[in-house]
T-cell receptor
């Protein structure tokens, strides 16, 4: 699976949009971009994933560049509850089989008043 | 949906004792994963199953660790004998593999293991 690079930490004011970048310059055509987050003392929580098109769900939006070498996770209105470590993971999936998630060190997002 | 259920949530034991961690995946899911998280090594995959069959156990640290999945709704991770360096949070995750679609893994709350 391709490696990812994320800033170690970011701050965001409550109510503002949080934009978390991720570089994955060695991504292959069949690799997806996944985002998970881990709130302190909890299990990782799935946020969103995409292949090449931008994606949006009730939690966040995922913007993937046209060359797929980077992406941005957007939390449109950050709250204190969004304070967590955010992991960007690039992962190949195979027909009919599971594949592991390889977690890096992620970005520690601190949402402040 | 109850989500992935793990038990116990906390376990404190003494070195040399046997430890068994339990996981109930989300109903209908056909893949199950065991991860371990420590400060030094972060989150790392230990083993995963597909349709109750172990697929990749290359992350299991040594023979003291073993995992089983006797049926689609239950899995165990056993450490015998336990050592202080096994202290960590152990997470179980499950997913549904369906054709060529990408599967999403859902994690349980974890078991915090302390070996004294």
């Amino acid at each position: 699976d391709a490696k990812t690079t994320q800033p170690p930490s970011m701050d965001c004011a409550e109510g503002r949009a949080a934009n978390l970048p991720c570089n994955h310059s060695t991504i292959s055509g069949n690799e997806y971009v996944y985002w998970y987050r881990q709130i302190h003392s909890q299990g990782p929580q799935y946020i969103i994933h995409g292949l090449k098109n931008n994606e949006t769900n009730e939690m966040a939006s995922l913007i993937i560049t046209e060359d797929r070498k980077s992406s941005t996770l957007i939390l449109p209105h950050a709250t204190l509850r969004d304070t967590a470590v955010y992991y960007c993971i690039v992962r190949v999936t195979h027909t009919g089989t599971a594949s592991k998630l390889t977690f890096g060190t992620g970005t520690r997002l601190q949402v402040t008043l | 949906d109850a989500g992935v259920i793990q038990s116990p949530r906390h376990e404190v034991t003494e070195m040399g004792q046997e430890v068994t961690l339990r996981c109930k995946p989300i109903s209908g899911h056909n893949s199950l994963f065991w991860y371990r998280q420590t400060m030094m090594r972060g989150l790392e995959l230990l083993i995963y199953f597909n349709n109750n069959v172990p697929i990749d156990d290359s992350g299991m640290p040594e023979d003291r660790f073993s995992a089983k999945m006797p049926n689609a709704s239950f899995s165990t991770l056993k450490i015998q004998p336990s050592e202080p360096r096994d202290s960590a949070v152990y997470f179980c995750a499950s997913s549904l593999i369906h054709g060529a679609r990408s599967d999403t893994q859902y994690f349980g709350p974890g078991t915090r293991l302390t070996v004294l």
